[in-house]
């Protein structure tokens, strides 16, 4: 093990390729927790490190924390580089599949413990201790029923995907086409990928309001994604069309309360952070954890808008992220 001298010098030596945050050891006798996050930028991954830094507080545990800002090789870099730091466990929120893949794999041959939230690798790609996520079928498929309703079962919709291949992008789509299943008079007649984007969002709405005028409703794989096509069809002068989405961000309760959007599926992202040190925690301390540990969301609407808080979902920040 590092020395604490040691450990800051390299910590220092490595900060600016790894963009790597710590926070004050709080007991010099645990091991430092490595936290590589995909990005600051989604309000989900922002509320989920709030979290993570919270629990570590709470517990007297020193953490290491790199952001990859949406690179994939680049993240997979930081990876290894806090595996250099000896840290004693990985709470990992993976850009993509790659990144997932490979970062899990460094871990698994340096014997560090990997939690991971959100995203994980596809099977047969490494070892995890837990993995900790939204049950992202079920809030897709009943977010799509609920919408499919709303349209009468009937009507065209749009698509818009995150990330390809990612762990929710995968998962909310499958949902979904459970959904669609049950549905003969829904057509689908565009997807396009959004990668979680507002404004890549907004200008795939653009474009398919143009080729499909005739358009009822959009499913934005995320908040983000959900606003963007909404704001497109507003400008559009299409107020009836139906725009819904997963995450539960607070500018999406904003939303629904305007009419711009009509719903979403809100996860806790600031709870699922806590589990996510949590749990390496007592990985640390030789305790068992669950394999799989999801979580289930909650639908928001017009209807219930006024009677839950942002805060419930995305931690005590959560006023400030709008």
Same mark, same amino acid.
């Given at each position: 093990m590092l020395t604490t001298t040691k450990r800051a010098l390299l910590r220092g030596l490595m900060g600016a390729a790894c963009a790597l945050t710590v926070l004050p050891a709080m007991a010099q006798d645990k091991p430092v927790i490595g936290i590589a996050v995909a990005d600051q930028k989604s309000?989900?991954?922002?509320?989920?490190?709030?979290?993570?830094?919270?629990?570590?507080?709470?517990?007297?545990?020193?953490?290491?924390?790199?952001?990859?800002?949406?690179?994939?090789?680049?993240?997979?870099? #930081?990876?290894?580089?806090?595996?250099?730091?000896?840290?004693?466990?990985?709470?990992?929120?993976?850009?993509?599949?790659?990144?997932?893949?490979?970062?899990?794999?460094?871990?698994?041959?340096?014997?560090?413990?990997?939690?991971?939230?959100? #995203? /994980?690798?596809?099977?047969?790609?490494?070892?995890?201790?837990?993995?900790?996520?939204?049950?992202?079928?079920?809030?897709? /498929?009943?977010?799509?029923?609920?919408?499919?309703?709303?349209?009468?079962g009937k009507g065209k919709i749009a698509i818009l995907h995150?990330?390809?291949?990612?762990?929710?992008?995968?998962? /909310?789509?499958?949902?979904?086409?459970?959904?669609?299943?049950?549905?003969?008079?829904?057509?689908?007649?565009?997807?396009?990928?959004?990668?979680?984007?507002?404004?890549?969002?907004?200008?795939?709405?653009?474009?398919?309001?143009?080729?499909?005028?005739?358009?009822?409703?959009?499913?934005?794989?995320?908040d983000a994604m959900s606003l963007g096509a909404a704001k497109a069809a507003r400008e559009a002068g299409r107020t009836d069309l139906i725009s819904v989405g997963i995450d539960g961000f607070p500018t999406m309760f904003d939303g629904i309360k305007e009419g711009l959007t009509q719903a979403t599926m809100a996860q806790i992202p600031y709870k699922m952070g806590q589990m996510g040190v949590e749990n390496a925690i007592k990985v640390l301390n030789g305790e068992t954890v669950p394999e799989l540990q999801y979580q289930d969301t909650v639908l928001v609407t017009s209807e219930n808008v006024g009677s839950v808080k942002p805060a419930d979902f995305y931690g005590p920040a959560a006023e400030a992220m709008k």
């Open positions: 309000l989900f991954y922002v509320a989920a490190l709030d979290g993570m830094k919270a629990a570590a507080e709470a517990a007297g545990y020193e953490v290491s924390v790199a952001v990859a800002n949406n690179d994939s090789q680049g993240q997979v870099n #930081q990876v290894e580089n806090l595996l250099v730091q000896n840290i004693g466990a990985l709470v990992f929120i993976s850009q993509d599949s790659t990144a997932a893949a490979a970062g899990v794999k460094a871990a698994n041959k340096a014997g560090v413990p990997v939690i991971a939230v959100d #995203q /994980r690798p596809e099977s047969g790609q490494g070892q995890l201790a837990t993995y900790i996520a939204t049950d992202s079928v079920k809030a897709a /498929r009943d977010l799509c029923t609920w919408m499919f309703e709303k349209m009468g995150g990330v390809l291949g990612s762990t929710a992008e995968i998962q /909310r789509t499958q949902g979904c086409q459970e959904a669609l299943k049950n549905y003969p008079d829904i057509q689908v007649v565009a997807e396009q990928t959004a990668n979680w984007d507002e404004t890549e969002a907004y200008k795939a709405t653009q474009n398919i309001l143009t080729a499909n005028p005739d358009l009822a409703a959009v499913f934005g794989e995320s």
